[in-house]
T-cell receptor, first 112, second 115 residues
Framework: GNSVTQMEGPVTLSEEAFLTINCTYTATGYPSLFWYVQYPGEGLQLLLKATKADDKGSNKGFEATYRKETTSFHLEKGSVQVSDSAVYFCALSRPYGQNFVFGPGTRLSVLP | NAGVTQTPKFQVLKTGQSMTLQCAQDMNHEYMSWYRQDPGMGLRLIHYSVGAGITDQGEVPNGYNVSRSTTEDFPLRLLSAAPSQTSVYFC??????????????FGPGTRLTVT
């Protein structure tokens, strides 16, 4: 079946540090891949997405590249801010599939 | 556009009570779903609907019922609440913006405690 694995954290960084949150997936065919972010007390918001191999999704300084050969979609940011403190979820959906599979989430805390 | 709205925001129930969590969206999305979020387990799909009058079970459907009489509304019913249903519940809706990609839009969540 389809599944998503991501580092669970928590991850604690100082402001302006480099961020990587690893995500790997198992799926048949060619899924679409997503990163969602959940700020404290809120619902999930789409951060970025990629729909085919070698696509790079980017938003708000975050990037992730769809790597089919390693079945990965790692999230990166060059310089984190305190306002990036949140829980980050990696997710996939199959082509024409509306059901999403989410990873367990990674909590990020950025200290000033 | 209000997006996806959920009520109530918080709820405390006693074991055995029933209640309905409300979800509505004003984006004319055909697909709606309910998830529960538990620590360390991410989001798990409870039920989903691909359109009015059509619902199906997700990963963890036991103890929950849904119906979809309109495109806008997708209520989740707890038939007889149990402490294991203590969780945060999220409703989501989605559309196919491009041919193969469905983007889910989430409501703010309902925090439910069953004592």
């Amino acid at each position: 079946g389809n599944s998503v694995t991501q580092m669970e954290g928590p991850v604690t960084l100082s402001e302006e540090a480099f961020l990587t949150i690893n995500c790997t997936y198992t799926a048949t065919g060619y899924p679409s891949l997503f990163w969602y972010v959940q700020y404290p007390g809120e619902g999930l918001q789409l951060l970025l997405k990629a729909t085919k191999a070698d696509d790079k999704g980017s938003n708000k300084g975050f990037e992730a590249t769809y790597r089919k050969e390693t079945t990965s979609f790692h999230l990166e940011k060059g310089s984190v801010q305190v306002s990036d403190s949140a829980v980050y979820f990696c997710a996939l959906s199959r082509p024409y599939g509306q059901n999403f599979v989410f990873g367990p989430g990674t909590r990020l805390s950025v200290l000033p | 556009n209000a997006g996806v709205t959920q009520t109530p925001k918080f709820q405390v129930l006693k074991t055995g009570q029933s209640m309905t969590l409300q979800c509505a969206q004003d984006m004319n999305h055909e697909y709606m779903s309910w998830y529960r979020q538990d620590p360390g387990m991410g989001l798990r799909l409870i039920h989903y609907s691909v359109g009015a009058g059509i619902t199906d079970q997700g990963e963890v459907p036991n103890g929950y019922n849904v119906s979809r009489s309109t495109t806008e509304d997708f209520p989740l019913r707890l038939l007889s609440a149990a402490p294991s249903q203590t969780s945060v519940y999220f409703c989501a809706s989605s559309y196919s913006g491009q041919a193969l990609t469905y983007e889910q839009y989430f409501g703010p969540g309902t925090r439910l405690t069953v004592t």
